[in-house]
């Protein structure tokens, strides 16, 4: 199983960004896939940014990015996109994706199964 986020980059705050997990070796039928970061000197968040059910679609949102970001999946891609709108310089971190199988989100850190090696976002003027 691979998980290989794409699409971080510098963006200025107020700006916009759209993060990309692409997932192989797995059949994309029932999986929580979610978002993570870890902000500069912190530890890694136990808990999703954002995490969406392949079986059924449902979403979770953490309150920090409700109404910022938005999550969606394409089963046919076996991708998961995380279009991440009115960025703040506090979004600055290192975002990984996440798996893991037949698990409800919002998902947390120490339940999933698969990890990507992570995107680097930074906003910043």
């Known amino acids: 199983v691979q998980l290989v986020e794409s699409g971080g980059g510098l963006v200025q705050p107020g700006g916009s960004l759209r993060l990309s997990c692409a997932a192989s070796g797995l059949a994309f039928d029932d999986y929580a896939i979610g978002w993570f970061r870890q902000a500069p000197g912190k530890e890694r968040e136990g808990v999703s940014l954002?995490?969406?059910?392949?079986?059924?679609?449902?979403?979770y949102y953490a309150d920090s990015v409700k109404g910022r970001f938005t999550i969606s999946r394409d089963n046919a891609k076996n991708t998961v996109y995380l279009q991440m709108n009115s960025l703040k310089p506090e979004d600055t971190a290192v975002y990984y994706c996440?798996?893991?199988?037949?698990?409800?989100?919002?998902?947390?850190?120490?339940?999933?199964?698969?990890w990507g090696e992570g995107t680097l976002v930074t906003v910043s003027s």
């Open positions: 996440a798996a893991d199988f037949g698990t409800p989100c919002p998902g947390y850190s120490y339940a999933m199964t698969y």
């Open positions: 954002s995490c969406i059910s392949t079986k059924d679609g449902s979403t």
